[in-house]
């Protein structure tokens, strides 16, 4: 028996993971009923679209509401009538095979790069060719000898989001900088002034202040349980009664988007280090955990809705 919306492994402590979603204790309804595994950047509305059915049928199967976060590794059934999982690059892999999830703006020649391996061992493991559409959410199997130190696509769960919205931003993650440097984090674009959150319980571990010559301007490190650290860059400002070693909840207040350091427009720049490692692209944890929101989506993943 399927026990629906298994919960992935978090990178997380339960404390900080977002809630889950409500679903059926006793499974899909019928033993061959569908089940889909939620992906990296999934909605419920993407899913019932790519399963041509309806969200309210989609979210009736799972005795769940809208407002309801799914995580990848979420498995959720899915209603009578939906189509059979499509994804044509994702083959199912030898049980060995590692894999990998396609992020936004990915593509086959940059996917293989990034894993070291060769676009023709790529696109074979995968019975692709270049012209093989790829899918945000798609699983590709990775080749024999691939190194994936860090996959890059993880979506940590966030419990907040990092600053108050509105605010745009777009996936930039490895994109040229100057001085030879790429980008490794996410630009969310937002009104200067307005407040940035800590995205999880954690204790404030490394500050920098703004002086002639500084990249980052004021900025922040918030250090988790498990290693996990977040940067934050070019802040107007530091929340009051903050210091280094201060330990901080989801959702508080630790200081206002500005313009300090190398930066041409008000934004916060974001970076995630799960486990204290090398940076991956945050751009999916940031639309995974609801992006930039305002007036009545203004809920945050944790459920608290910010102070205006
Ligand atoms: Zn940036």
């Known amino acids: 028996m399927f026990a629906c919306v298994a919960i992935a492994a978090s990178m997380f402590d339960a404390a900080s993971a977002p809630r889950a979603s409500a679903a059926p204790a006793g499974g899909c309804g019928s033993s061959d009923a569908a089940v889909h595994e939620v992906a990296a950047g999934d909605t419920w509305f993407e899913i019932a679209s790519d399963a041509g059915v309806a969200m309210r049928d989609l979210l009736a199967a799972n005795d769940a509401e809208a407002s309801d976060a799914i995580h990848p590794g979420d498995e959720l059934c899915l209603p009578e009538g939906a189509n059979a999982p499509t994804g044509g690059a994702a083959a199912a892999c030898g049980t060995t095979s590692a894999t990998y999830t396609v992020a936004s703006g990915d593509s086959w020649f940059v996917i293989a790069r990034r894993v070291s391996t060769t676009l023709a061992d790529l696109l074979d493991a995968n019975g692709s060719t270049a012209r093989t559409v790829l899918q945000p959410g798609d699983r590709l199997c990775l080749p024999k000898g691939s190194v994936l130190a860090v996959n890059v696509n993880t979506v940590v769960p ?150 205006t």
Do not use: M
């Open 158 to 307: 966030l419990a907040a989001l990092p600053v108050q919205g509105p605010c745009w931003y777009g996936n930039t993650w490895q994109a040229p900088r100057g001085g030879g440097r790429r980008h490794e984090g996410v630009d969310l674009i937002v009104t200067p002034g307005n407040y940035v959150y800590a995205v999880a319980d954690g204790v404030l571990s490394r500050r920098a202040w703004d002086q002639p010559g500084s990249l980052s301007g004021n900025a922040w490190w918030l250090t988790t349980a498990d290693g996990t650290y977040f940067f934050y860059a070019h802040l107007s400002d530091f929340a009051p009664g903050l210091q280094t070693g201060t330990r901080v909840r989801a959702g508080q207040i630790i200081g206002f988007v500005g313009s300090t350091g190398n930066s041409a427009t008000p934004h916060l720049h974001f970076e995630i280090h799960p486990f204290g490692g090398e940076p991956i692209n945050p751009y999916p944890t940031v639309r995974a955990a609801g992006g930039c929101k305002r007036g009545a989506g203004y809920e945050q993943p944790g459920g608290w809705i910010p102070e």
